[in-house]
T-cell receptor, first 112, second 116 residues
Framework: KQEVTQIPAALSVPEGENLVLNCSFT??????LQWFRQDPGKGLTSLLL?????REQTSGRLNASLDKSSGRSTLYIAASQPGDSATYLC???????????FGKGTKLTVNP | GAGVSQSPSNKVTEKGKDVELRCDPI?????LYWYRQRLGQGLEFLIY????????KSGLPSDRFSAERTGESVSTLTIQRTQQEDSAVYLC??????????????FGEGSRLTVL
């Protein structure tokens, strides 16, 4: 059964710092991987999708990479801003299934 | 519509009552997912619809839960005889062609259910 661990569970940084969020899967046979952010009381917003043939995706100040050999993904946020404060979730498929399995998220606080 | 639409946004009900939650996916999206998020917890998969194929119901927690979708349109999630442990945010997502194809999931804002 695919399980997803996100480290750290919470992170507080001053504005302007670069930071890395980590995500690991018990089953490294991940097909697609997606990073989301969730603001309090809101749904999930898609940030980046790494498809099966890819290893990395970038959007603005965000960069996500996936090491399929180890089943680990990182989300890099450059020059963090208070507006980046949210919970960040990673999710991947569960071996041959269409189900997307989620981690519990990393709660990020960027202090002005 | 522009995004995934869910209703109601908030629902308070008494234990034992039935509730129905609605999801309107992005137009043209053939795949539709329901997830549940309990307070402070991760997302739990409930059910997945892909076009006219038989749905994957493997995440439904009990026979009190059921979901329907007609073709590639609106889906309803029904919870019968609600219990307090059903209190959660129910999130719907859709994607174009399913996760194995284009992959990217788009979520609605969720329906917050409170069972008293």
């Amino acid at each position: 059964k695919q399980e997803v661990t996100q480290i750290p569970a919470a992170l507080s940084v001053p504005e302007g710092e670069n930071l890395v969020l980590n995500c690991s899967f018990t089953d490294s046979a991940i097909y697609n991987l997606q990073w989301f952010r969730q603001d309090p009381g809101k749904g999930l917003t898609s940030l980046l999708l790494i498809q099966s043939s890819q290893r990395e995706q970038t959007s603005g100040r965000l960069n996500a990479s996936l090491d399929k050999s180890s089943g680990r993904s990182t989300l890099y946020i450059a020059a963090s801003q208070p507006g980046d404060s949210a919970t960040y979730l990673c999710a991947g498929t569960q071996g041959g299934s269409e189900k997307l399995v989620f981690g519990k998220g990393t709660k990020l606080t960027v202090n002005p | 519509g522009a995004g995934v639409s869910q209703s109601p946004s908030n629902k308070v009900t008494e234990k034992g009552k039935d509730v129905e939650l609605r999801c309107d996916p992005i137009s043209g999206h053939t795949a539709l997912y329901w997830y549940r998020q309990r307070l402070g917890q991760g997302l739990e998969f409930l059910i997945y619809f892909q076009g006219n194929s038989a749905p994957d119901k493997s995440g439904l927690p009990s026979d009190r839960f059921s979901a329907e979708r007609t073709g590639e349109s609106v889906s309803t999630l029904t919870i019968q005889r609600t219990q307090q442990e059903d209190s959660a945010v129910y999130l719907c997502a859709s994607s174009l062609g399913g996760y194995w194809n284009t992959g990217e999931l788009f979520f609605g804002e969720g329906s917050r259910l409170t069972v008293l």
